[in-house]
């Protein structure tokens, strides 16, 4: 049985902020975006993991 896919995180909002350097809609770097395709699942998934940490991040309203 093969594992699913790592599908793109991609929502369709493909802006680049300025400060950050990050998709305002994936949080991925503009190096990230275009390898997406050619990356191995593994690689996929450690972009996954630095997406969430990096929304966080940006997201962190000191709870």
Do not use: H
Not at 18 to 32: A, I, K, N
Request: with cysteine; hydrophobic share 35%; glycine share 6%.
């Amino acid at each position: 049985m093969q594992p699913e896919p790592i599908l793109s995180p991609c929502i369709g909002v493909c802006a680049m902020n300025e400060t950050t350097g990050l998709c305002e809609g994936c949080y991925r770097s503009m190096e990230e975006i275009r390898d997406w395709w050619e990356m191995a699942p593994e690689q996929r998934s450690a972009v996954m993991e630095k997406l969430e940490q990096r929304q966080n991040e940006l997201f962190d309203f000191g709870d």
